[in-house]
């Protein structure tokens, strides 16, 4: 099976080759999957530089068409929001009941992909309870781990049992769009410095001379500043005695 996120960080690089399409002798992807391949290029560096620019550009351009989708991800992450509350007012009474304690740590340090975790998109009155009665008795104490996320509480519990086991409840939330863009720009500048980086590791072992390097930005004059002229000093006296 596909992983969703991979599937649609590489839909998003496809995104930015087609916007820069011709612009480069290299694709996005080319350079993340071969970046040594050119590391001949005398002006690599401001390439990759320029590409930078261009993945900001076009992921400030993708924020702004997000606008409706963003109210449908707010109506939704709500939903999830009361869903969380429910279970979490059933969760407490329950535990209250067993006698068992709630924690909120600040970390749960354990083996994630080895929990069992069952993802809820509603709480079902006749069902939930007695889901939520059967993980209460048989764990040690419960865990809250629910967190917040642009305003709306995200609700997970998790419930550890004798044998070292992990069950949780994890409340599924939307993803935020304008949130997923961000992280998949993220990652790729962060890609592409770590391409760089590579490059001239890689140029420095084998004794070659160094790409040529971006120019630093111009320093931009403070607002109202004015430019100029120095201004000319008077020519120093000489050492001529009065008599």
């Not at 916007?19 to 694709?27: E, L, M, R, S, V």
């Not at 084998?206 to 109202?224: C, D, F, H, L, Y």
Request: net charge negative; proline share 9%; hydrophobic share 40%.
């Amino acid at each position: 099976m596909v992983d969703p996120v991979e599937e649609q960080i590489n839909l998003m690089i496809d995104g930015v080759d087609a916007a820069i399409a011709g612009k480069y002798p290299f694709t996005l992807r080319d350079l993340i999957e071969h970046p040594l391949d050119y590391r001949d290029r005398p002006t690599i560096l401001v390439e990759i530089e320029n590409l930078k620019a261009d993945i900001a550009d076009y992921f400030a351009k993708r924020k702004m068409g997000v606008t409706e989708v963003m109210s449908t991800y707010m109506k939704d992450a709500a939903k999830a929001e009361e869903v969380a509350k429910q279970f979490e007012k059933v969760i407490n009474s329950a535990a209250k009941s067993a006698k068992k304690p709630i924690v909120s740590p600040i970390v749960f340090v354990r083996k994630e992909d080895e929990d069992e975790i069952l993802f809820v998109n509603k709480f079902d009155e006749d069902t939930s309870p007695k889901l939520i009665d059967a993980l209460v008795s048989n764990c040690l104490f419960v865990v809250d781990a629910s967190m917040e996320v642009d305003g709306f509480k995200v609700g997970r519990w998790v419930f550890p049992d004798p044998s070292g086991k992990n069950r949780a409840i994890y409340v599924s939330f939307p993803i935020n769009p304008a949130g997923a863009l961000d992280i998949a720009r993220d990652q790729m500048l962060l890609a592409l410095d770590v391409i760089k980086s590579e490059i001239m590791n890689q140029l420095a072992l084998e004794g070659r001379p160094m790409p040529i390097s971006p120019a630093p930005a111009a320093p931009v004059p403070a607002k109202g500043a004015e430019s100029k002229p120095p201004e000319s000093k008077p020519p120093a006296s000489g050492g001529t005695n009065k008599k």
